[in-house]
């Protein structure tokens, strides 16, 4: 089943079509909400609720465009908002999560590859606690442009905002992190 199928089944009312949709973008909403959030048990609850609020709203969703950037819209919304209630001063859980490792290893896809497994477990944390200290909103700008591709134009749409806007929050948030990080250069 594809997409388009499985919209038009939900549309049908059967839930059957949210399994292929579930299993489709669940990963990358729940990483994204990660990012933003900072914790998994809070990123899972925020991609569940999105995904049945995706539900409910699929009677006005227009089948001419992807499902993909209307659903993760909902996502990194919420984990917006989630972020902003939480402290600022949470921190990620260090607990040998791999799925914290995976995401932050993308984001560093980029630099340079350190020496030894220590420096790199080192780096990793120090990613971890550079990216939970942007606001949540330099936080979504990260994600969607660094982890999901998204352009500066979508970025933009997603948070109901124009593309200079998108721009400034990541130069700021590019300009933070690299202050934070300064250490491992």
Known sequence: MDEAKAITQLKAGDIGGLQM??????????QAACLITGDRVIAEDIVQTAFLRAFDKIKGFDETRPFRPWFLRIVINDSIKASSQQSRNVALSDDGDENYAFVLRKLAENIREPESSIEQEELVSEMRQAIIQLSPTQRA???MHYFLNLSTVDSASQL??????????????????????APFK
């Open 141 to 143: 700008a990260i994600v």
């Open 21 to 30: 949709l579930v299993e489709m973008y669940q990963i990358d909403a729940i």
């Open 160 to 181: 109901n905002c124009s593309p200079g806007t998108i721009r400034w929050h990541l130069s700021m948030a590019r300009k933070r992190l690299r202050n934070l990080l």
